[in-house]
């Protein structure tokens, strides 16, 4: 690839320190806020983020979503769905001692919309950066470099550990075992999550060995490992986002935010 392919690809991109000032908004908001129409709209510009992004392939991120999304819908659906307590409730279908209310009904999809929105929005943050970009992230938001380093190590640590499982699986292949049936893998994950564990270990010692003989933690890294685009909007947008979430916050726990619960908006399925 070019480099005037590589320069007009980042220029499309956000600065990282803006990226991580939207995640912890977007997650001050989900939470704050009792509504669903916030995670909704969380979900939507993730979508569209997902989709518009030059970094971010959709089939995956979509996939990674609904890989780690739909066991937990299945779940609270039936558990808050089918089985909510208390006798006020408005119910939509009985069989038995299970019935299907309003008020379970509702809180699953709150509970189920708020996570989704948010693993949604850290896969498009997730997929589409790597450790680098993340470090000089926290570089510009004023963090100690030291805490930025272990921050960004967790990340870098992942395609570690999937060539690490995939090595110890390509292993067990080759001395006979049937790694590609579920059943195996099972009977073989307490193994391979203590041999990874102690590979991960090892390897971030390592690095902090290589670090402090660099004098990492004396020094002042300030400055950032690549170079991002950055603009007057997004500067403005990492200085007023989170005060402008603190509003909403207090304006919905004060009463003043007009938006409607759950209960509100499933409420015409009766």
């Known amino acids: 690839m070019s480099p005037s392919v590589l320069t007009e690809t980042e220029s499309r991109r956000w600065h990282p320190a803006t990226e991580i000032i939207v995640l912890g908004c977007a997650l001050v908001l989900v939470f704050g806020i009792p509504s669903p129409v916030v995670p909704l709209l969380v ?22 979503v609904a890989v780690l999304c739909v066991p937990m819908l299945i779940v609270v659906g039936l558990v808050q769905g089918l089985f909510y307590p208390g006798d006020e409730v408005r119910v939509l279908w009985r069989a038995g001692p299970v019935r299907l209310s309003i008020e ?13 929105a948010l693993v949604a929005l850290c896969a498009v943050i997730g997929l589409g950066s790597d450790a680098a970009r993340f470090f000089d992230g926290l570089i510009t938001l004023r963090l100690p470099a030291s805490i930025a380093y ?12 999937r060539a690490r499982v995939r090595e110890v699986l390509e292993a ?20 391979i999550v203590t041999g990874v564990f102690t590979s991960l270990l090892v390897t971030v010692d390592q690095r902090h060995e290589v670090l402090e003989q660099r004098g990492f933690a004396a020094s002042d890294h300030s400055v950032s490992l690549q170079d991002h685009p950055d603009s007057r909007w997004q500067r403005l947008l990492r ?19 007009p938006l409607p619960g759950a209960a509100d908006m499933l409420g015409g399925l009766r």
């Open 43 to 64: 979900l939507a510009g993730s979508t569209i983020a997902a989709v518009a992004s030059p970094s971010v392939k959709v089939a995956t991120w979509a996939a990674t």
């Open 104 to 116: 379970g009904l509702a809180i699953a999809v709150q509970q189920w919309l708020r996570v989704t």
């Open 150 to 161: 272990v921050c960004a190590s967790s990340l870098s640590l992942i395609p570690l550990v």
């Open 172 to 191: 067990r292949a080759a001395r006979g075992w049937a790694t590609d049936r579920w059943s195996v893998r099972l009977r073989l994950l307490p193994g």
């Open 239 to 257: 200085r007023g986002g989170p005060a402008l979430t603190l509003i909403l916050v207090v304006l919905s726990v004060l009463g003043l935010l």
